[in-house]
T-cell receptor, first 114, second 113 residues
Framework: DQQVKQNSPSLSVQEGRISILNCDYT??????FLWYKKYPAEGPTFLIS?????DKNEDGRFTVFLNKSAKHLSLHIVPSQPGDSAVYFC?????????????FGTGTRLQVTL | KAGVTQTPRYLIKTRGQQVTLSCSPI?????VSWYQQTPGQGLQFLFE???????NKGNFPGRFSGRQFSNSRSEMNVSTLELGDSALYLC????????????FGQGTRLTVV
């Protein structure tokens, strides 16, 4: 049962353009969401997070949008740079407890071309 | 400020053996979580520790266990290794647990032969 889904396994974007990565979730208990960037054989690097009381959070070139009614979030990267090429994971957590237990999507491989 | 440190980076073990992996969290972080990444199952939660207590556990067999020490360092143990345990094991630390960002180490690549 995949509770967090990233339906696009890969995405190719030209340098300077906008990259939009999408994520859907099914568990209505999820109320905290994070995006991570990952290179092979390395740990994920935290990018940006959003809690369900917000619908948008921005940090530099990264913006995350949350649509709770649709159970959908997206990560926008503007402008895209070649160094952004990596696998991006969205993750979700449930704030009702105290222990962190992230549920990850399957990842989207982003390639930024020159 | 030092990041999350995992040792060793690489391990090769034989089926039936046991293995212990180590994780030192970011200074001041009291929550440590462990995840397994495999090509087939993706990133899956193993367990979370806070102040030496396991607060949450994922759907893994009892062969997977962990502990946390008073300095917040954590170890993960896998007994009676199986080929399917070959994976990248990742440790994450965050300040207090849920609702705060989790920062990951570089992982330990375990190969079971």
């Amino acid at each position: 049962d995949q509770q967090v889904k990233q339906n696009s396994p890969s995405l190719s974007v030209q340098e300077g353009r906008i990259s939009i990565l999408n994520c859907d979730y099914t568990n209505s208990m999820f109320d905290y969401f994070l995006w991570y960037k990952k290179y092979p054989a390395e740990g994920p690097t935290f990018l940006i997070s959003i809690s369900s009381i917000k619908d948008k959070n921005e940090d530099g070139r990264f913006t995350v949008f949350l649509n709770k009614s649709a159970k959908h979030l997206s990560l926008h990267i503007v402008p895209s740079q070649p160094g952004d090429s990596a696998v991006y994971f969205c993750a979700a957590d449930d704030l009702t407890g105290t222990a962190s237990k992230l549920t990850f999507g399957t990842g989207t491989r982003l390639q930024v071309t020159l | 400020k030092a990041g999350v440190t995992q040792t060793p980076r690489y391990l090769i073990k034989t089926r039936g053996q046991q293995v212990t992996l180590s994780c030192s969290p970011i200074s001041g972080h009291r929550s440590v979580s462990w995840y397994q990444q495999t090509p087939g199952q993706g990133l899956q939660f193993l367990f979370e520790y806070f102040s030496e207590t396991q607060r949450n556990k994922g759907n893994f067999p009892g062969r997977f266990s962990g502990r946390q020490f008073s300095n917040s360092r954590s170890e993960m143990n896998v007994s009676t290794l199986e080929l399917g345990d070959s994976a990248l094991y990742l440790c994450a630390s965050n300040y207090q647990g849920v609702g705060t960002e989790a920062f990951f180490g570089q992982g330990t690549r375990l190969t079971v032969v």
